[in-house]
């Protein structure tokens, strides 16, 4: 053996260990993205039958039920957060209870910066059909956007964050006392899923491990929905759910306004 036949024995070689291992990695990578192929298609093909609403809900919320289950069909807790709201909905009589009120600072606030002392025409609003144009707002804002499935949450909070207007949830929650008055909405939404929603839900749901991230989450969208700080006015779910109510609450006066033209 020569002194080239001898350097390239000994020097080339460890290149040749280097281009196995980097052929190794490459070959990793591949197994990686055909496993995550196949997990993507194990999941599209799970099958997730749409739930039965009580019969008490409205067909205008079994339609928008069946929009948002397009989009969270993939996210068992997510469909069943939504469908327990609207059951929630039609049990605690939101139809009876006002879309505006004053029971703590701010829950008029931003009405006032809106429409100025006409906000309280809103009143005649009641707080189902505001909560279902919320809800149908958020969904068609997702739906334009393209990635609808990936602002599931933020469709999730529109729904609820108006809950502790209602007059039934406010007494379920609060009781009786003095303080039932006095709590701002937004707080009183937080408690409604805190203390009666979460607990049916992680009652529904079998496999209920991984939930405390999304009832977390959720439970800071609502409660944080009017954004007391720039951080939370540059949070972009909760500017989600803050467009949501604000174009519903256009249309509504402008609905108002019309009948009272006519």
């Known amino acids: 053996m020569n002194d080239t036949q001898e350097f390239k024995k000994t020097i080339l070689k460890p290149i040749k260990t280097i281009e196995q291992i980097v052929a190794s990695y490459m070959v990793a990578e591949i197994i990686i993205e055909i496993r995550n192929s196949l997990i993507e298609k194990n999941k599209n093909e799970i099958k997730f039958d749409i739930p039965i609403l009580s019969d008490k809900v409205s067909d ?12 969270m069909k993939f996210k068992p807790s997510y469909v069943y957060l939504v469908q327990l709201g609207l059951e929630d909905m039609f049990k605690y009589n939101f139809k009876d209870s006002p879309s505006v009120t004053t029971n703590g600072a701010g829950d008029t606030s931003h009405l006032q910066k809106m429409f100025a002392t006409r906000f309280t025409d809103l009143s005649k609003i009641n707080l189902e059909d505001h ?21 599931s949450l933020s ?8 809950y502790g207007k209602s007059i039934e949830i406010r007494k379920a929650v609060l009781g009786e006392g003095i303080q039932r008055g006095n709590k701002a909405h937004a707080e009183v939404s937080f408690l409604y899923l805190q203390d009666l929603l979460f607990p049916k839900l992680y009652n529904t749901i079998e496999d209920s491990y991984n939930l405390s991230e999304t009832t977390e989450r959720l439970g800071f969208l609502v409660k944080n929905h009017h954004p007391a700080n720039k951080e939370m006015r540059e949070d972009l779910e909760i500017s989600f759910v803050v467009n949501a109510d604000h174009e519903a609450r256009r249309k509504e006066f402008i609905s108002l306004r019309n009948k009272r033209n006519n």
């Open 155 to 162: 469709i999730i909070a529109a729904l609820f964050h108006d």
């Open 60 to 71: 205008r919320a079994k339609d928008l039920f069946e929009r948002a289950f397009e989009i």
């Open 131 to 151: 909560t279902l144009n919320v809800l149908e707002n958020a969904i068609d804002s997702a739906e334009r956007s393209g990635r609808a499935s990936s602002m």
